[in-house]
T-cell receptor, first 111, second 115 residues
Framework: TQLLEQSPQFLSIQEGENLTVYCNSSSVFSSLQWYRQEPGEGPVLLVTVVTGGEVKKLKRLTFQFGDARKDSSLHITAAQPGDTGLYLCAGANQGAQKLVFGQGTRLTINP | KAGVTQTPRYLIKTRGQQVTLSCSPISGHRSVSWYQQTPGQGLQFLFEYFSETQRNKGNFPGRFSGRQFSNSRSEMNVSTLELGDSALYLC??????????????FGPGTRLTVL
């Protein structure tokens, strides 16, 4: 059974600070997706990384896929209250639609 | 392009009843997957339908079933409801293109409460 462990589970920081969320597994994934979920809504896809070592940037968010495609990180620079939400990583295998999700990181940015 | 739609958004049932949830994927998407989200277990894969056939199945009892229609719309059914079935049920659609990156786009979910 493939598992993804996210850390930290909860993070509360002040506006303007930087943070990193980690997503780790002992299994290899063909791709990894990051989502953000607001209360009462479905997850919204932020990015997909598919190549080992790949780095993608989305404004103040930087996503990295580990060289061995077993782990990933999300770094947010100068966090803003609008970044508050539940961040989820999800791994997928080639040809399979089943996503394996981490437990999520609940991020709170205080003004 | 319209996103994934799910109906109803909220549902309250009692133990022993059955429930049917509906999902309409993004236009052109032929794969629909269902997930259960609970505070304790997080997001767990239920099953995936593509071309009206179940292609993958998660570790859920047979009380959970689904189907897909020729227009790619999907329904999920839970019979003999238990208190533990209370959850947010999420539907996700994807192109399921060969060699694709498995990107899935989620609907807003159906919040099921079992009393």
């Amino acid at each position: 059974t493939q598992l993804l462990e996210q850390s930290p589970q909860f993070l509360s920081i002040q506006e303007g600070e930087n943070l990193t969320v980690y997503c780790n597994s002992s299994s290899v994934f063909s791709s990894l997706q990051w989502y953000r979920q607001e209360p009462g809504e479905g997850p919204v896809l932020l990015v997909t990384v598919v190549t080992g070592g790949e780095v993608k940037k989305l404004k103040r968010l930087t996503f990295q896929f580990g060289d061995a495609r077993k782990d990933s990180s999300l770094h947010i620079t100068a966090a803003q209250p609008g970044d508050t939400g539940l961040y989820l990583c999800a791994g997928a295998n080639q040809g399979a639609q089943k996503l394996v999700f981490g437990q999520g990181t609940r991020l709170t940015i205080n003004p | 392009k319209a996103g994934v739609t799910q109906t109803p958004r909220y549902l309250i049932k009692t133990r022993g009843q059955q429930v049917t949830l509906s999902c309409s994927p993004i236009s052109g998407h032929r794969s629909v997957s269902w997930y259960q989200q609970t505070p304790g277990q997080g997001l767990q894969f239920l099953f995936e339908y593509f071309s009206e056939t179940q292609r993958n199945k998660g570790n859920f009892p047979g009380r959970f079933s689904g189907r897909q229609f020729s227009n790619s719309r999907s329904e999920m059914n839970v019979s003999t409801l238990e208190l533990g079935d209370s959850a947010l049920y999420l539907c996700a659609s994807s192109l399921r293109a060969a060699g694709g990156s498995n990107e899935q786009f989620f609907g807003p979910g159906t919040r099921l409460t079992v009393l």
